[in-house]
């Protein structure tokens, strides 16, 4: 099982659909999850932590699974600008001293007018 | 969160040469590292920049092809030696704060070796 996994995609999405994916990990003494959003040629930009009891921004609900090992985001009346490429960090995926930050390959999602 | 400013953003470069981009934080961070990240590939980690003493990388960099210095806490280089075309990619400095465990990322270098 790799480290940290997501659905490459691409998700098609109509412009106000509910979106949603999953990112599962392989390491259950991971302790840190966050989502970013990489937009073409761009640096990757946090959108947000992932807390044990879940949270919430706006459009955007990130959740946690423990006992299934995945992390999900879930992306209410998907905007044009939603558009872009959402990459899963789980940090301390390796469960050694020199724990490092690994990224999921991630998930491309257009969202279509 | 932590702002950092890479340069160059992009470069265009001829076989055999050698490219330094720089990273420069605006405010005291623990760690630093080295990403790269080729066209339609997630991130790789080339290297963990160590502030005063040397990188530590990640299996498949070596410091004689991607040298990277760390003097103080607030600013590090990366070179990429001797390039090919296959060098050719995104390379990414980012940086965790000293209570933090994001990841904030400098505005990357696009390298293009001809």
């Known amino acids: 099982r790799k480290e940290v996994e997501q659905d490459p995609g691409p998700f098609n999405v109509p412009e106000g659909a509910t979106v949603a994916f999953n990112c599962t990990y392989s390491n259950s003494a991971s302790q840190s999850f966050f989502w970013y959003r990489q937009d073409c040629r761009k640096e990757p930009k946090l959108l947000m932590s992932?807390?044990?009891s879940g949270n919430e921004d706006g459009r955007f609900t990130a959740q946690l699974n423990r006992a299934s090992q995945y992390i999900s985001l879930l992306i209410r009346d998907s905007k044009l600008s939603d558009s872009a490429t959402y990459l899963c960090v789980v940090n301390g995926a390796r469960g050694g001293r020199d724990d490092k930050i690994i990224f999921g390959k991630g998930t491309r999602l257009h969202i279509l007018p | 969160s932590a702002v950092i400013s890479q340069k160059p953003s992009r470069d265009i470069c001829q076989r055999g040469t050698s490219l330094t981009i720089q990273c420069q934080v605006d405010s005291q961070v623990t760690m630093m590292f080295w990403y790269r990240q080729q066209p339609g590939q997630s991130l790789t980690l080339i290297a963990t920049a160590n502030q005063g003493s040397e990188a530590t990388y990640e299996s498949g960099f070596v410091i004689d092809k991607f040298p990277i210095s760390r003097p103080n806490l607030t600013f590090s280089t990366l070179t990429v030696s001797n390039m090919s075309p296959e060098d050719s990619s995104i390379y990414l400095c980012a940086a965790v704060g000293p209570h933090d465990v994001k990841l904030f990322f400098g505005s990357g270098t696009q390298l293009s070796v001809l």
């Open positions: 992932v807390y044990s």
